[in-house]
């Protein structure tokens, strides 16, 4: 069983940086699919941004383009989401959740959906604020 735990969440004024990490345990995730998904108080969660088993896809976004990164570091069984120039509407609970994909393909815009979603963290909390 897939157990994910997010770090790295804290207080950040607007215009800072935080980088999330997801550490993976009890199964490698050379065979998932991996995206960060946030909520909003009184807001649905959503997806934000997303990676591919292989690391040679990702997907953003448009609120978040060209200021998140993910990226995956497979031999350390973590994922993580680089976020730069945070906004107060980047406030909310970050989620690390993943997919596994038995080998199969997957257009990676799935991985944004909750639906799309085996195994979710507990989540760590982001407030962009002054």
């Known amino acids: 069983q897939l157990q994910l735990v997010e770090s790295g969440g804290g207080l950040v004024q607007p215009g800072g940086s935080l980088r999330l990490s997801c550490a993976a345990s009890?199964?490698?995730?050379?065979?998932?699919?991996i995206g960060w998904f946030r909520q909003a108080p009184g807001k649905e969660r959503q997806g934000v941004s997303c990676?591919?088993?292989?690391?040679?896809?990702?997907a953003n976004v448009d609120s978040v383009k060209g200021r998140f990164t993910i990226s995956r570091d497979n031999a350390k069984n973590t994922v993580y989401l680089q976020m730069s120039s945070l906004k107060p509407e980047d406030t909310g609970i970050y989620y690390c959740?993943?997919?596994?994909?038995?080998?199969?393909?997957?257009?990676?815009?799935?991985?944004?959906?909750?639906?799309?979603?085996?195994?979710w963290g507990r989540g760590t909390q982001v407030t962009v604020s002054s």
């Open positions: 009890g199964d490698t995730l050379d065979d998932y699919a």
């Open positions: 959740a993943a997919r596994r994909l038995y080998g199969r393909p997957l257009n990676i815009w799935t991985m944004l959906k909750s639906a799309a979603v085996d195994y």
């Open positions: 990676i591919s088993n292989n690391d040679r896809n990702t």
